[in-house]
Structures are given as C-alpha cells and as structure tokens.
C-alpha cells in the first residue's frame, strides 16, 4: 500500500479554535511533511519530520505545531485557528531524505475552512 | 533566492495535440527537478524527476521532461494528450539533500479540449 492517508478530507474550524489534522502512512517511511496549498499559489512547505527530529520552515515558526507519535502518524496542530489559516493541507512522505531512488507520496490533503 | 516559475497559468490543448508545459528555475547548489499532478479533487501525484545524466526523463502516462542548465529549464511535454490529462500541473525544485523540500512553481492547470 503507497498511500498516504488524510483525514478528514473537509474540515471546519471557528476563529480562535484549535485545529488538529491528521496524517498516516504504513510504508514504514523515515520523513513526513506538511505543505499548504491557498487557491492559485504554489504549495508551501510547512514542516517535516525526520524519523523523531521536528524541522519546521522560519516563516511558519510559530504558527503550527506537529507531533509525530510513531513512525506511521503525523498530526499538524493549529493552536488558534485565523481566517488566514484556511487553505488545502497536504502531507507528504518518503522512505529517506534524499537518494535518486526515492520518491515522495502525498495524501488527497484535508481543506480547512476557518470561519 | 530560490524561485520557481511556471509561466503559463493555463493551457488549453484539443485531444491528440502535443502539448508542452514551461518551468524556469533559480537555485544553487544539487538539485532535483521534478513534476507533479494534480487531478481536481485529490492530493498531488509524482510524475518524474530529474537529478543527473541523460537530461530527458521519462515519467508516467508518457510524459518526458527535458533538463537544460544554460536555459535553467525544466519542461514538461507530452507528444499526444487524452482527457484525463487535464490537471494542474506543478514543477518543483529541492535540494539532493532533502527531496520533500520542495519549492514548488505555481502551477500550469491544462485543459483539453474533445
């Protein structure tokens, strides 16, 4: 099985409200992201997670949180959900960093609507 | 600055044409090259990626891509498209330290005509 599984695939959140989505994977992968998608942008990487180290990007820094309990589930965490915040998410993952071999898989993403 | 453009926001094609799909680059160091799809509705889809060598990759559904370094390019082409090949299509840039770093373009959404 080479999917990456989100759930859910809609959600909605209130202003001010935290968010937690969800993400799995049973390929036994070592690295799993987080990327952003807003409507006609490009996607924009979050954060990731190599094996138990959280690395997240600078400008996001203090905007999400991420747990990564096994090896198989990630979770992205929203402490106080803004209009701003409202966009497709879309986790991705991979057997290793890098190498010519490897190949990244992403989930179907979740839209999150802040109202 | 790391940047990736794509340089047509849309694409409009008739079924059997050839099509090809542009991608310019700014980046230093090891790269990989890649492009992904995407179908209405779902999560983004691997198509083929570029690291060294022979500079045209095949990918999937027979789609190649050409590298060139003096243009910085990376483009998509396809010699005959079908209906299903409508999507958005995102190019994309990542160091060969970290391939799921991705600066991704912001997207070529192809249309096809019957």
């Known amino acids: 099985d080479t999917t990456v599984k989100q759930n859910p695939r809609y959600k909605l959140a209130r202003v001010g409200k935290p968010v937690n989505l969800i993400c799995s994977q049973t390929?036994?992968?070592?690295?799993m992201y987080w990327y952003q998608k807003k409507p006609n942008q490009a996607p924009k990487l979050l954060l990731f997670y190599y094996d138990k180290i959280l690395n997240r990007e600078a400008d996001t820094f203090e905007k999400f949180q991420s747990s990564r309990p096994n090896n198989s589930f990630c979770s992205l965490y929203i402490g106080s959900a803004g209009l701003e915040y409202s966009a497709m998410y879309l986790c991705?993952?991979?057997?290793?960093?890098?190498?010519?071999?490897?190949?990244?898989?992403f989930g179907a993403g979740t839209r999150l609507s802040v109202l | 600055t790391q940047t990736v453009s794509q340089s047509d926001a849309h694409v409009t094609v008739f079924e059997g044409d050839s099509v090809e799909l542009r991608c310019n680059y700014s980046y230093g160091g090891s790269i990989y090259l890649s492009w992904y799809i995407q179908h209405h509705g779902h999560g983004l889809q691997f198509l083929l990626k570029y690291y060294s060598g022979n500079p045209v990759v095949q990918g999937v559904n027979g789609f190649e891509a050409e590298f060139s370094k003096s243009d910085s390019s990376f483009h998509l082409r396809k010699a005959s498209v079908h209906w299903s090949d409508s999507a958005v299509y995102f190019c994309?840039?990542?160091?060969?330290?970290?391939?799921?770093?991705?600066?991704f373009g912001q997207g070529t959404k192809l249309s096809i005509k019957p």
């Open positions: 991705a993952s991979s057997r290793k960093l890098g190498g010519s071999q490897n190949t990244l898989y």
């Open positions: 390929m036994n992968h070592d690295t």
């Open positions: 994309a840039v990542s160091p060969n330290y970290n391939q799921g770093k991705l600066i």
